[in-house]
């Protein structure tokens, strides 16, 4: 039997960001439905750091979940033979961010959401269809006690990378397979700082460690997708900057503990509206999780998405409309950074080794860490400046890859110096064009 049901919004997909998109558009005075397919949330796995951006997104919204985790103050970047920088959020003038079990949060969120006066939840049931009219959109809604119809002013779609509305919609989509993620968990004292997100790097391999408690921290190693390694076999797939406490910590896993594993992938879609259909989260674009960014980003989406159904409240197609432009160049500065970042962070060619080098050491700079901070952490989105922040790094990446074994002479050095130049920016503006065009989005989304 079908139902037919009107409200203003249907959200597809309780998780972060359709939990936040919920909370936010029932404060703006919007009717939701927000429709979660599973029942439960202790078994979800996903991001664990909320950057102070993130943070404040919450705040905004009157949420205060720092008691639910633990204070981490910026990352802590080792690389093979640069050594090692930290990049305080406090460089850029912020306070902490937030290290959390990811069950947590969304079971935080998700429960906040459920108690707001205006947001019906639907559970066990998920968007299948949608019928896009004129002025409203019909989506139709199945689970397995049944199937509905819902007459709609706008459909939030916020499931996920591998979003099926976005697929219904036809959404133009790019996605890119990259890598795979091995997660594991080891006692917090293993990490080097108690209090930072922790980056190893080298020109093939890259790890990330947190704390997600007092006493626990997440360990997570990338590698190639299609492997699946055993947690003895991470141990020999960590950078070499891994310290000696998490390679033991790793050891005394029990093989029956188990590693999860994620895969990940670069996804972007050239306009995250269409129809009456809106995408928020990891839906309207995903990258790789080495900024930790993913979970900062739904909630800016939430934000932005009920500023702008409160500035146009009669229009809420023309509303999500103007969200998507706006979100637009925040999104594409996300992407390519992590973008950029993976592929120096992977690639050992003597290029990509100097870009690697040229950073670290404009991050241990005093203006290099403002500009690194800001950038990872999304309190700086603007393409321009990370165009900025590359090009101070290109010409320091000349000193490191111009290193003559023999003193040359005058002339023998600058050209050697113009050929290292020549080299650097075109390898630089090539990844950078890449990583753009990459997000330009030209093709239908096949997921
Ligand atoms: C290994 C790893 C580490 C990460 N680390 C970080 C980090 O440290 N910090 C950070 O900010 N981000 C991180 N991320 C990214 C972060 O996890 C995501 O950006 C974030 O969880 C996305 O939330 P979301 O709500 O958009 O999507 P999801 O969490 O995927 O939620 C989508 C929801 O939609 C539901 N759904 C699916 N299909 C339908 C349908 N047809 N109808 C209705 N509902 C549907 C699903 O059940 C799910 O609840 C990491 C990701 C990975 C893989």
């Given at each position: 039997?079908?139902?037919h049901i009107?409200?203003?919004?249907?959200?597809?997909g309780?998780g972060?960001?359709?939990?936040t998109?919920a909370?936010?558009?029932?404060?703006?005075?919007?009717?939701?439905?927000?429709v979660?397919p599973?029942?439960r949330?202790?078994?979800r796995?996903?991001g664990?750091?909320l950057?102070?951006?993130g943070?404040?997104?919450?705040?905004?919204?009157g949420l205060n979940?720092?008691?639910l985790?633990?204070d981490?103050?910026?990352f802590?970047?080792w690389?093979?033979q640069a050594?090692d920088?930290?990049?305080?959020y406090?460089?850029s003038?912020?306070g902490?961010g937030?290290?959390i079990?990811?069950?947590?949060l969304?079971?935080?969120l998700f429960?906040?959401?459920?108690?707001c006066?205006?947001v019906?939840v639907v559970?066990?049931?998920?968007v299948i269809?949608?019928?896009?009219?004129p002025n409203?959109?019909?989506?139709m809604?199945?689970?397995?006690?049944?199937r509905m119809?819902?007459?709609?002013r706008?459909?939030?779609?916020?499931?996920?990378?591998?979003?099926?509305?976005?697929k219904?919609?036809g959404?133009?989509?790019r996605r890119?397979?990259?890598s795979?993620?091995s997660?594991?968990?080891?006692p917090?004292?293993?990490l080097?700082?108690?209090d930072?997100?922790?980056?190893?790097?080298?020109?093939?391999?890259?790890?990330?460690?947190?704390?997600?408690?007092g006493?626990?921290?997440?360990v997570m190693?990338?590698?190639?997708?299609?492997?699946?390694?055993?947690?003895q076999?991470i141990?020999?797939l960590?950078?070499?900057?891994?310290?000696?406490?998490?390679r033991?910590?790793?050891?005394?896993?029990r093989?029956?503990?188990?590693?999860?594993r994620?895969?990940t992938?670069?996804?972007s879609?050239?306009?995250?509206?269409?129809?009456?259909?809106?995408?928020?989260?990891?839906a309207?674009g995903?990258?790789?999780?080495l900024?930790?960014?993913?979970?900062?980003?739904?909630t800016s989406?939430?934000?932005?998405?009920?500023?702008a159904?409160?500035?146009?409240?009669d229009d809420l197609?023309?509303a999500?409309?103007?969200?998507?432009?706006?979100r637009k160049?925040?999104?594409?500065?996300?992407?390519?950074?992590?973008?950029?970042?993976?592929?120096?962070?992977?690639?050992?060619t003597?290029r990509?080794?100097?870009?690697?080098?040229?950073?670290?050491s404009d991050?241990g700079?005093v203006?290099?860490q403002?500009?690194g901070?800001?950038?990872?952490?999304?309190t700086?989105?603007?393409?321009?400046?990370l165009?900025?922040?590359m090009?101070?790094?290109?010409?320091?990446?000349?000193?490191?890859?111009?290193?003559?074994a023999?003193?040359l002479?005058?002339a023998?050095?600058?050209?050697?110096g113009?050929?290292a130049?020549?080299t650097v920016?075109?390898?630089g503006?090539?990844l950078?064009?890449?990583?753009?065009?990459?997000?330009?989005?030209n093709?239908?989304?096949?997921?």
């Open positions: 039997m079908t139902d009107a409200t203003d919004v249907v959200i597809g309780g972060i960001a359709g939990s998109a909370i936010a558009l029932s404060k703006a005075g919007v009717q939701v439905m927000l979660e599973t029942l949330s202790d078994k796995y996903g664990e750091i950057h102070p951006k943070l404040a997104n919450l705040a905004e919204l979940l720092s008691a985790g633990a981490i103050d910026g802590h970047v690389e093979d050594g920088v930290k990049l305080p406090a460089a003038a912020q902490p937030l290290a079990q990811h069950a947590r969304h079971a935080a429960a906040e959401a459920s108690q006066s205006n019906t559970r066990g049931m998920k269809g949608m019928v896009d009219h409203c959109i019909d989506v809604v199945a689970g397995k006690c049944g119809s819902v007459r709609a706008l459909l939030v779609g916020a499931d996920g990378s591998r979003s099926q509305i976005r219904l919609a959404f133009v989509c890119e397979s990259l795979m993620v997660m594991a968990t080891v917090s004292s293993a080097p700082d108690s930072c997100a922790h980056l190893f790097v080298d020109g093939e391999r890259i790890a990330f460690a947190y704390p997600i408690d006493m626990r921290a997440r190693v990338d590698h190639a997708s299609g492997t699946a390694p055993s947690p076999e141990i020999d960590l950078p070499a900057a891994c310290p000696t406490s998490i033991k910590a790793l050891c005394n896993q093989e029956d503990q188990g590693l999860r994620f895969l992938s670069l996804v879609v050239d306009h995250a509206c269409c129809g009456h259909t809106v995408l928020v989260g990891d309207s995903t990258c790789h999780p900024t930790a960014s993913g979970m900062t980003a739904a989406d939430a934000l932005s998405l009920a500023k159904i409160a500035e146009m409240p197609g023309i999500a409309t103007s969200h998507a432009a706006r160049s925040r999104q594409l500065t996300r992407l390519a950074l992590a973008t950029l970042l993976h592929e120096i962070y992977t690639d050992s003597p990509s080794t100097a870009l690697r080098r040229a950073m670290m991050w700079s203006a290099g403002v500009h901070i800001s950038l990872l952490s999304m700086e989105d603007r393409p321009h400046q165009l900025r922040s090009t101070r790094i290109l010409y320091r990446g000349l000193a490191h890859l111009h290193t003559p023999a003193p002479g005058l023998g050095e600058f050209l050697a113009v050929r130049s020549k920016f075109r390898y503006t090539a950078l064009t890449n990583s753009y065009r990459l997000l330009g989005g093709g239908r989304d096949t997921a």
